[in-house]
Each structure stands twice: as structure tokens, then as C-alpha cells.
């Protein structure tokens, strides 16, 4: 791994930033290949949209310029970029400065695995832990307070699954655990709304354009828990994982190549 | 200010922490005099329950130890003690393991100024920003995804007050941006119902606590906006300030006189 902070390599923080206080900054994930990230425009437009939520004072020139200097220090690279906006060092309390410019941390993990933009999950089910209602402001914002996904995780990693469906307290249905969800319902494709909680996604944003494009009607609504034996086909998706297309939903057998053929025709191995 | 993890002395701490990725740790803070840490047993009993809701494995002896060293090496301490449990550090995603124990951290701050365990907020209104539904196992926890309090406390900063009122999204009175409350309705004391959301507060357990001794009847309810108005006199409290008086909410004046009978009937001042 590989670590900047503002341009200079690091391995540690500081007690008092505030991302480690408070969580107070935000994230987002990208996937590298041949030193090129992904879907750069989408990561940085939610990286503009989330600073925008958290005022945090956020210089994307800089940003641009660490990343090309970083990039071109580590080379050929393969893998994943954690881009971290911190508001930085503060003083005890919650209390922030305006003025203060956020703190740009990017951290590179390489892969010699090839990417798979296509997989599947064998099983995949509905967990018991429900996620909350967000602060309205803190909606869709991918954050550093990060607590449900961890929760979620655990619940999944103990009933020995990888991804799974996520409702909120009010038994809609949301997203994965780390990943936005489609679910073809009634023969049609349908997206959670995310006006509550949830995170939005760059892939889901990417996949629902090329959908429009291609004249595939896709509703984004509220799905309730009810709908749930009304699945004919789903799939997940993330900015590393293109589709995770599911086979099966508490032992109900779902379409998986649907799945396999809106993938050819969106083309999602292609970035 | 003083900081030690684990018991040594440290400035910093890992990029890979999990405080720093996700927030995934707990804190309280907790009033020091003469070296003494004031309603610890509450603190020490409140970080259980945080570490259980967040499957943490925290070693109460250790703390304890790391206690007693750090107090010896700084002798004669006055002001606050931040007690961090974080997860430590991990790997890129959200899963964790059970059996790894967690890093204790000790940041004091000193503080030459006398206590004020009494004091008057002169002006307190309440705030357009409401707090979210939490996920049900994480009610209460005093986490380290603390985004609602800067965000609420941001917009107090910006109109100039320094404690405030804090519905949630249902339009329930829950609690102050770093503090619990208690609301003097029709006669009666009220303390809001910590169902949902909201800090399972210290000082706010030692006051419940020391109303029943003395036979002060305090409901624990639901409050909801549309009593405001009804509101005859209130006071805030958290573990550094056992009573913040209000004179005004909205410009409607409040009776002082009997929050500072109450102050000092339960002793308020005696820790």
C-alpha cells in the first residue's frame, strides 16, 4: 500500500484529526487500471457533492495535481484508490473553521488479480440488521461514520455470505452491504430510491445512464420488503464490481441470465 | 495536552485504523478533579455497553491500569479525560475480527479554570437541522460517527449559540447538540426518551438517578415539538456540565429560579 497525505507520503495521522474523532470527512473508491481510475468524473463529482453536504472546503485542482504526481511515482499501477477528505486537525469539540481547506489523503492498494466486472453470488439474503433513517443533509453522502456497513459485514461474514440485501428500519429495501442493488420486478428493472439513507453509488449512477441510453426503462422507487418474492432477476454493483449478478434469494432461484445479457448489452466491461 | 495508546505515549496513530476509515470505535469524556475521574463507575459501565452494541472486546483491567499509570505520570490532574475504544487497525473493507482487542486511547486535556457544575445559557432556540432514525443496535452508543453533532453544531455557531434544542426527524424533542436535557412540563420533570436516538448520557443517568432518591418524580417520555411551547423551565447536562440553565427558548422566558432549587436539592455541585 501506498500513502499521501497532501501530496507527501505518509503512514500516520494525527490523535486530533478529526476523521478519527469524529469521522468527520467523507470517502470514495475507485478502481485503477493501467493507471488510468475508472469512472474518475463520477468519483469526483460525488467527492464535490459530498464535500458540498459536510462543508468541507475541498481543492479539486489539488486534488488532480496529487493524484497525477502520485500516479506517476508508483507507475503501471493496478488496483484500488481510496481517495479520504479529512476536515482535519481540531481542537476538542465539534466546532469546525469554514476557512480551514480539507486534508486529501489517497491511498493505493495494488491488485495483480484481474478485474472481474462480472460475477455472481450463489446466495445472497436479507439481513436482520436494519439500517437507520439519515440526517437529511448526510443523505446519499459517502462518509467516514461508517458503522451500519460495519455491523452489516459482520452479520454477513457470520452467516457465511458475501454481499447481501439491506433494509432500512422502515422494511424498505435499500442496498448491499457495500454496493447499490437493481432488481428486475413484474419483468421490470427497478432501483431503491435512495432519499432516506443509502449511499449513491458512482456504478449505479453509470449503469442507470447507460440504461437510458439504450431505451431500458429502469424506476427508481421504494421497494418494500413485500416485493421481495417478486424478484425475477438482481444484481449488485460498486464502483470495483461492476455486476454481482444473484442466483439465488433465500432459496428462491432468480433469472441469472437476464442478468448476463443487460451486462453484454450495457457493455459493463468497459469503463 | 497528553495522549497515550495502550499506555504509551503517542502523537499519532495509523491511516489503517479503524477510527480513522470508519469511525468504528467509541469514546466518553469524563471530568477529572485532583486526579480523580468524576462519575467513573457511570463512564466504565457506559463504555461496556458501547463496546457490547459494537462487538468490541475491551479488556476493563487493562483500561483501568493504563488509568492509574497515566494519572501517576501526570500527577495532580485537573480537566478532561477523552477515553477512545477504536477497533485498531485492519485491512481495506468493512469486515473485522472478533477476537482482536481493541486500542485504548487516553487523551487528557488540562485545564487551569475552575468547574462550573452550575451555569445559564441566557438564549437557546431550536435547530432546523433534525437528527436521524439510528440503526437500532447502535441507540444510545456514544460511537465515533459523531457527523450529526458537527453538523448541528455548525448551524448553532452560525446563529450564535452554544447549546441548542435537537429534534429528530419525527419532530421529537431528543436531546442538545453535546448534551442531554431535562424539560420542566405542566409541573412536571421530563427527560426525553432515548428510544430511537440520541447519547445515552452520564450525567444524565446520575441525575435520573439522584431524582428518585430524593423523590423528585421525572418521566422518561416522548416529547414532541408541539410542547415546546409548554415548556416552563429546562436545563442541559453532560459529564462536564451537570446543569446548564435556560432562560429563554424563543424568546419565551423560563423559570431559572427552580432549575437552580433542583441544582442544588440534588447536589449537583458534589460529584
Same mark, same amino acid.
Given at each position: 500500500?501506498?500513502?499521501?497525505?497532501?501530496?507527501? &507520503?505518509?503512514?500516520?495521522?494525527? %490523535? %486530533?484529526?478529526?476523521?478519527?474523532?469524529?469521522?468527520?470527512?467523507?470517502?470514495?473508491?475507485?478502481?485503477?487500471?493501467?493507471?488510468?481510475?475508472?469512472?474518475?468524473?463520477?468519483?469526483?463529482?460525488?467527492?464535490?457533492?459530498?464535500?458540498?453536504?459536510?462543508?468541507?472546503?475541498?481543492?479539486?485542482?489539488?486534488?488532480?495535481?496529487?493524484?497525477?504526481?502520485?500516479?506517476?511515482?508508483?507507475?503501471?499501477?493496478?488496483?484500488?484508490?481510496?481517495?479520504?477528505?479529512?476536515?482535519?486537525?481540531?481542537?476538542?469539540?465539534?466546532?469546525?473553521?469554514?476557512?480551514?481547506?480539507?486534508?486529501?489523503?489517497?491511498?493505493?492498494?495494488?491488485?495483480?488479480?484481474?478485474?472481474?466486472?462480472? &460475477?455472481?453470488?450463489?446466495?445472497? &439474503?436479507?439481513?436482520?440488521?436494519?439500517?437507520?433513517?439519515?440526517?437529511?443533509?448526510?443523505?446519499?453522502?459517502?462518509?467516514?461514520?461508517?458503522?451500519?456497513?460495519?455491523?452489516?459485514?459482520?452479520?454477513?461474514?457470520?452467516?457465511?455470505? $458475501?454481499?447481501? %440485501?439491506?433494509?432500512?428500519?422502515?422494511?424498505?429495501?435499500?442496498?448491499?452491504?457495500? &454496493?447499490?442493488?437493481?432488481?428486475?420486478?413484474?419483468?421490470?428493472?427497478?432501483?431503491?430510491?435512495?432519499?432516506?439513507?443509502?449511499?449513491?453509488?458512482?456504478?449505479?449512477?453509470?449503469?442507470?445512464?447507460?440504461? $437510458?441510453?439504450?431505451?431500458?426503462?429502469?424506476?427508481?422507487?421504494?421497494?418494500?420488503?413485500?416485493?421481495?418474492?417478486?424478484?425475477?432477476?438482481?444484481?449488485?454493483?460498486?464502483?470495483?464490481?461492476?455486476?454481482?449478478?444473484?442466483?439465488?434469494?433465500?432459496?428462491?432461484?432468480?433469472?441469472?441470465?437476464?442478468?448476463?445479457?443487460?451486462?453484454?448489452? %450495457? $457493455?459493463?466491461?468497459?469503463?
Amino acid at each position: 500500500m501506498f500513502c499521501f497525505k497532501n501530496g507527501v &507520503s505518509v503512514t500516520h495521522t494525527s %490523535l %486530533l484529526d478529526r476523521a478519527f474523532q469524529y469521522g468527520d470527512g467523507c470517502f470514495t473508491t475507485a478502481y485503477i487500471k493501467n493507471s488510468e481510475i475508472q469512472l474518475w468524473s463520477r468519483h469526483l463529482n460525488r467527492l464535490h457533492q459530498s464535500a458540498e453536504c459536510l462543508m468541507l472546503h475541498f481543492d479539486e485542482t489539488a486534488l488532480e495535481k496529487q493524484l497525477i504526481i502520485s500516479l506517476s511515482e508508483i507507475r503501471d499501477f493496478n488496483g484500488t484508490l481510496k481517495i479520504i477528505l479529512s476536515r482535519g486537525e481540531g481542537q476538542r469539540g465539534y466546532d469546525f473553521s469554514r476557512e480551514k481547506e480539507v486534508d486529501i489523503y489517497l491511498l493505493f492498494f495494488p491488485s495483480h488479480q484481474k478485474a472481474t466486472p462480472y &460475477s455472481t453470488i450463489a446466495a445472497c &439474503s436479507i439481513l436482520n440488521n436494519k439500517i437507520g433513517i439519515t440526517m437529511p443533509n448526510l443523505v446519499g453522502v459517502k462518509s467516514l461514520n461508517r458503522l451500519e456497513q460495519v455491523v452489516l459485514k459482520r452479520e454477513a461474514t457470520d452467516k457465511g455470505i $458475501k454481499e447481501a %440485501l439491506v433494509l432500512d428500519i422502515q422494511d424498505r429495501i435499500v442496498e448491499g452491504i457495500s &454496493s447499490n442493488c437493481f432488481l428486475l420486478l413484474n419483468g421490470q428493472w427497478v432501483t431503491p430510491y435512495l432519499g432516506y439513507n443509502g449511499i449513491h453509488g458512482v456504478m449505479r449512477a453509470e449503469i442507470l445512464d447507460r440504461m $437510458k441510453k439504450s431505451h431500458i426503462i429502469c424506476q427508481e422507487r421504494e421497494v418494500y420488503i413485500d416485493e421481495v418474492t417478486n424478484i425475477q432477476a438482481m444484481f449488485f454493483c460498486n464502483a470495483l464490481h461492476p455486476m454481482q449478478a444473484v442466483q439465488t434469494i433465500d432459496n428462491h432461484i432468480l433469472d441469472d441470465q437476464i442478468t448476463k445479457q443487460l451486462f453484454d448489452l %450495457l $457493455k459493463l466491461d468497459q469503463m
